[in-house]
């Protein structure tokens, strides 16, 4: 991800080169974080890669769908219903593996969640 607001986690990264080298393995992604600790003072603060949580998590939620892009991108999206999250601002999403480890956090302007609407967010996974 080359957003400067979104970044792939430590763990992540560690995790891949482990399996490059033939001495660990990749976890497949299961799920989306929300939360709303992605903005201070109004302003988007830029995740760090060491960041093993969100800043302020609320919801872990498996995705909707998955869909692959062309070969280098997987597009992974994830609805929360009219009852997920009411009157919360979410301003910080993650992808998390089946070891429950985020491997991607970004951060975003927040964004008001109603209780008679549905939201979807989408994060391209780009190799």
Excluded: W
Excluded at 8 to 33: E, K, L, N, P
Excluded at 69 to 92: K, N, P, W
Excluded at 94 to 121: H, M, P, Q, R
């Amino acid at each position: 991800m080359s957003n400067l607001n979104a970044i792939i986690t430590t763990t992540a990264r560690a995790q891949m080169a482990s399996a490059r080298a033939g001495t660990g393995t990749v976890s497949a992604i299961v799920g989306m974080a929300f939360g709303d600790g992605g903005v201070s003072g109004g302003s988007v603060i830029t995740p760090a890669a060491s960041q093993t949580t969100l800043n302020h998590e609320l919801l872990r939620k498996a995705y909707t769908s998955r869909t692959f892009v062309d070969s280098m991108t997987v597009r992974y999206s994830c609805t929360l219903t009219t009852s997920e999250l009411a009157g919360d601002d979410i301003s910080e999403i993650g992808l998390y593996d089946g070891n429950g480890d985020l491997v991607c956090i970004k951060n975003f302007a927040a964004k008001g969640k109603d209780s008679d609407t549905e939201l979807t967010f989408v994060i391209d996974d780009i190799y």
